[in-house]
């Protein structure tokens, strides 16, 4: 039990941690609502990590590769829902533009604040994870079984993989989140952000993980280490992501109107009628 305490106190003193929430908030709103974040700064990769995971060059501060609202209700299944990064939304003092472009322009406040406007959910709890600590993750529990419908293709994520269920590493599981060469391109990217999102919680909950210290402590060192945090943010809250995911997800995508071209480049439509829909059920 000491030596328990121990290590997830020191894996808590290891996590990022950053001001995540805003300071005007919308109303109490049901359940904890976690605002996941998958960030594609480059910032502490080396020149052999920049090769083995195929991103390119330092973006700084980058964008939101991945957006998503984890709803844990007081009771019943939790909802991982996605949001498309390219939404056309309302930015708070930024006027209409994509969604993600809220982190560009002020981090992780502005977009809460984008987030809680747009869906009319109050977030509770933050958590980012940038590209590289994304694949030492996925290696420190050995890897993840994904099952693409079809062989994808594309070199600019460093990714060729067959269709059908399969075992990735840390780098390929990463070019499997990231890439848009598929048919419905970034619609198709956030339901396979959302299966690697259960499978990476499964493969990390399971006896084999847990019960094995060659796997358990590179995952709590790689964990600790790769995730930013809000200020009041624990490692024993995203233990209860865990355990909240264990028991049964229900994943889906905030429903879609249509594509549209506007100044600031090719845009996601949300079907308002059906994403209000959505978010009033999550309340």
């Known amino acids: 039990m000491v030596l328990s305490l121990s290590m997830m106190l020191w894996a808590d ?4 941690r950053v001001e995540a929430l805003p300071e005007y908030r919308v109303a109490n709103t049901a359940g904890t609502n976690w605002l996941l974040v998958g960030s594609d700064s480059r910032q502490g990769l080396s020149e052999e990590d920049v090769d083995r995971l195929g991103t390119g060059g330092d973006l700084g501060v980058g964008r939101t590769d991945t957006i ?3 709803h844990i209700p007081l009771t019943g299944q939790a909802r991982l829902v996605s949001l498309p990064r390219d939404s056309y939304v309302s930015i708070p003092g930024y006027g209409e ?10 981090g992780p406040p502005l977009l809460t604040t984008t987030v809680e406007q747009a869906t ?3 977030i509770d709890r933050y958590a980012e994870i940038g590209m590289g600590g994304l694949a030492n993750v996925v290696d420190a529990v050995g890897g993840v079984e994904l099952c693409p419908p079809e062989p994808i293709y594309d070199p600019l994520a460093q990714l060729d993989v067959q269709a059908g269920c399969q075992e990735m590493d840390g780098p390929t599981a990463l070019g499997y989140v990231r890439t848009r060469a598929t048919a419905q391109g970034d619609l198709d990217r956030v339901n396979r952000q959302r299966e690697f999102f259960a499978a990476l919680v499964d493969q990390s909950t399971n006896a ?22 809000g200020k009041g943010d624990h490692v024993w809250h995203l233990g209860r992501v865990g355990l909240a995911m264990r028991g049964g997800v229900q994943t889906e995508t905030v429903p879609v109107a249509g594509f549209a071209d506007y100044a600031v480049g090719s845009v996601v439509l949300w079907d308002q009628a059906g994403a209000q829909a959505l978010w009033e059920s999550m309340k």
Not at 97 to 106: S, V
Not at 208 to 221: E, I
Request: charged letters at 10%; proline letters at 5%; zero cysteines.
């Open 13 to 16: 003193a290891q996590l990022n």
């Open 68 to 70: 998503m609202i984890l």
């Open 97 to 106: 533009d994509k969604i993600n472009a809220a982190f560009t322009f002020g």
């Open 120 to 122: 009319g959910l109050r």
């Open 208 to 229: 084999g993980t847990l019960l094995n210290p060659f796997r358990f402590v590179p995952l709590v060192s790689s964990t600790a280490g790769a995730f930013t945090v």
